[in-house]
Structure formats: structure tokens, C-alpha cells
């Protein structure tokens, strides 16, 4: 698990190397960034939406009365479901803080200027 981590991020950090690369480029498409950015951010509440309902739908069903086994092990797969959601909230939270960093470094912002991204994208990935 930890070297499957160190090669993701030394992934990352070659993606952002080449990237560092073009962030000057004449021929990024930097107006479209803007509408992007709202589309995604329509769809990123549209899915914290779906998953708050699909966290309140699991516990409806972990107290039905009707449902078998123990109270235990309901217990147990509310929070394998909860776990679950939570990690796609995670990874969601990590798409947001990606493209902010591609934006900015495709759209010529300095890497000094993105540090807080950078971080922010660091501590993503390895949280998860």
C-alpha cells in the first residue's frame, strides 16, 4: 500500500513537472476554465447532495425493525457504508483541489502562488 502511494504522487509530481512546462502556453484554452470550474462545481454538490441521502437512506435501513441480524452487525455495515461515502466525498474534495492547480498552472500562475493548492493536493492524496 505505501509503494503503491510513493508512485502515485511520484506520478503526480512528474504530471506537475510537465505541466510547470506548458503553464505558459499561448494555446491553453484559459477562457473555458472558468466555465469548467462552475460546471464542476454543480456537479461536485449535486454528488455531496446524492451522498448526504444515500448516508441518511443508510442508516433508515440499518433501524428497520424488520431487517435481520444484530444490532451489531448493523452497526458494522452502517459504518462500511458511511466509510465508503466518506471516502467519495475525499476524492471529490481531491478532483476540486486538482483542477484549481491545473487551472492555475495552465493559466500561467506561478508555482509560489500555488503553494496552498499543492499542499492541499498533498495532503489528499495521502489521506487517502
Not at 449535486?46 to 424488520?66: Q, S
Not at 478532483?95 to 495532503?123: C, F, M, P, V, W
Request: aromatic share 8%.
Amino acid at each position: 500500500m505505501r509503494r503503491k502511494n510513493i508512485e502515485l504522487c511520484a506520478r503526480f509530481f512528474g504530471l506537475l513537472w510537465v505541466l510547470g512546462g506548458l503553464a505558459g502556453c499561448a494555446s491553453a484554452p484559459t477562457a473555458e476554465f472558468p466555465a469548467y470550474q462552475r460546471s464542476f462545481a454543480f456537479v461536485k454538490t449535486g454528488a455531496e447532495d446524492l451522498y448526504l441521502r444515500a448516508d441518511n437512506v443508510a442508516e433508515n435501513i440499518a433501524d428497520r425493525p424488520e431487517k435481520e441480524g444484530s444490532v451489531a452487525e448493523r452497526l458494522k455495515e452502517l459504518e462500511a457504508r458511511r466509510a465508503a461515502l466518506s471516502a467519495r466525498l475525499a476524492a471529490i474534495e481531491m478532483i476540486e483541489s486538482y483542477n484549481r492547480l491545473l487551472s492555475g498552472l495552465a493559466s500561467g500562475t506561478s508555482a509560489d502562488d500555488l503553494k496552498t493548492d499543492i499542499s492541499e493536493l498533498q495532503h489528499g492524496l495521502s489521506s487517502i
